[in-house]
RNA sequence: CGGGAAGUGGCGCAGUGGUAGCGCACCCGCUUUGGGAGCGGGGGGUCGGGAGUUCAAGUCUCCCCUUCCCGACCA
């Protein structure tokens, strides 16, 4: 393609309305535009991303038997409310009449469409096992969307839909769909983890996210550098803490300081010049009437979810600025673990530590030290509770885990049979009995993958494809200028330009009337793998230069060998 | 939906009541050509929309719309 027939046009400068390098790069380097918060025009370059993205995922897909098909964007509200989300979306989507007044929506995502679908043309085990899948534009009206592509009110994305005779059978779908998840996401150069999900409401239901490794990311998860760990943050382990007696309790007291005005962990702990995982955070909540304090040391977070999980079946409720009106005794920043209206004491098991503790002191402005753990106040229920933090040990392999952000650019998970029921997609048994379908559903964002691939692929200059998913495999850069030499670069340029693409290779061909500064710097910030320089200069020595975009590494070419050199 | 910020040419911005500007981009001419060139000339704006105050509104007042950030929310 020339560029001087190509849509591109690169901005010299951030736009105003971008703060994340994928949303600002694919903006400034002519791959997107926006139309409206959340909306976007896909311009040549992105378009050809897109396609990319999207032919790696149908690949992937095809190769597990999975089969391609379309189904509406535009769907009757009346499906929605047959499975009862039409209520559950809410505002959530976006919903339109028609000139009868019939209630559509625009498809978040498609599990009623396909399972009416399939109600009507499956109805035999011998159908089943099927695994139908679309690429199609899905609309959501988030509250706030924001962070470009990544949390877009439209956006591309495939949705796959599997119809089984039980879960066993699933449990094979599920599966390979979780292995072509992988290998689609390893093929657009993604640093990712599954991440196993928590459970659902029912406990039956698996699921796992794929998470892209990225700071901007909107979900916190831990995982393992060293090993497959991986695990949302809510219900992620670390090895076991040293669950150490305290026999070496000192003859020290508890003795009662005066703490004016330092309800937080941090000021405590620098004014009394001790750090922070010697203070004892207490938490303070309510499980179903009682009165609950969760304790962590001070450097960590209660973990709410396994706080919940701990107390169960007994309700969680965290202390809101009500409870704590409520209970005086127990004054916000100054808790401490040995009040006696206290029923449920939950403690993580790093507080059964070899040393004592600093605790409120259940009285504002005071704290208390050389605390010990059963001596001076005692846990009722030992479990993991405290938040997991970078450096903590893998509960697999005991090297460092690290807590990030992550992307979520694709999920894998068993339905059951909520859709089937509700829609009546049933099948006959080998004895004649009718059953609704088991069924799965997967998911990749097209589009959010093409910004998470930008996330973790660019430097300060631009974009930096995998050659995987680059628009063009090469960008041609002709330094013709108006010398001596000028007709002779045009020429070579042209005919390189010719060459490479009769041997299949897309070329992205600078023939602009711009200088080699303007040149270079948008090839850099277009990003495409490798860029070939075609001057005066070079051909003089007979080469053409080659840059690798990503690594910056550079060489020359004989002229009469690119072809060959690149393939 | 709460809190904050902002809407002026394609993009980035200045403009505190008196003739709408600057940089980049774009068009023409000349010069220049290995890391975002120089000079000269030129085109392009209902100043987000509406109502109001005023002799006079981009600027002041009110209402609305849009966009961005933080939070809440998120198969």
Known sequence: ??????????????????????????????????????????????????????????????????????????????????????????????????RKETGFCLAPTAEEVITSTVANELSSYRDLPMNLY??????????????????????????????????????????????????????????????????????????????????????????????????????????????????????????????????????????????????????????????GLALVPGDREVNEFALARAIAPKKLRVFDDNDFAAHPELPKGYIGPHHPSVAVVVADPSIRADHPWVTGANEVDHHITDMWCDRDFTVGIWADIASIQSGDECPQCGKALS?????????????????????????????????????????????????????EHHDDKGIAWPASVAPFDVHLVALAGKGAAAEEVRTAADALYRDLRAHGIDVLYDDRDASPGVKFADADLIGIPVQLTVGAKGLARGVVERKLRASGERDDIAADGVVAAIR
């Open 403 to 455: 807590v990030d952000r992550g992307i979520e650019v694709g999920q894998v998970f068993e339905i059951g049979t909520k859709y089937s029921t509700a829609l009546g997609a049933t099948f006959v048994d080998a004895d004649g009995v009718s059953h609704p379908m088991v069924m799965g559903c997967y998911g990749v964002g097209i589009s959010r993958t093409v910004a998470a691939i930008t996330e």
């Open 134 to 291: 679309q690429i199609n534009w899905k609309y959501r009206d988030e509250l706030r969307p924001r962070f470009g592509l990544l949390r877009a009110r439209e956006f591309l994305m495939k949705d796959a839909y599997s119809f089984h005779t039980d879960v066993e059978d699933l449990r094979v779908t599920y599966k390979e769909m979780y292995d072509a998840y992988h290998k689609i996401f390893t093929r657009c150069g993604l640093t990712f983890r599954p991440v196993e999900g928590e459970a659902g409401e029912i406990g039956g239901d698996i699921n796992h996210e794929f998470m892209a490794v990225a700071a901007v990311g909107e979900d916190d998860f831990v995982w393992c550098k060293s090993c497959d760990y991986a695990a949302n943050v809510e219900v992620a382990k670390r090895q076991p803490a040293q669950a150490m007696p305290s026999e070496n309790e000192s003859q020290q007291q508890p003795t009662r300081v005066h703490t004016p005005d330092m309800p937080g962990i941090a000021a405590v702990a620098q004014h009394l010049g001790e750090s922070e995982d010697v203070l004892l955070k207490s938490f303070a909540f309510d499980a179903d009437g009682e009165m």
């Open 1 to 98: 393609m020339r560029m001087t027939k190509f849509l591109v046009r690169t901005l010299r400068d951030d736009p105003a309305d971008a703060d994340v390098d994928s949303h600002r790069l694919l903006v400034r380097a002519g791959y997107i535009r926006k139309v409206a918060a959340g909306v976007y025009s896909w311009l040549p370059l992105g378009q050809r991303v897109l396609r990319k993205v999207e032919q790696i995922v149908r690949d992937e897909m095809d190769a597990t038997g999975a089969q391609e098909l379309t189904l509406p964007i535009a769907q009757p509200l009346e499906l929605w409310e047959k499975s009862g989300r039409d209520k559950t979306y809410g505002p959530l989507m976006f919903r339109l009449e028609d």
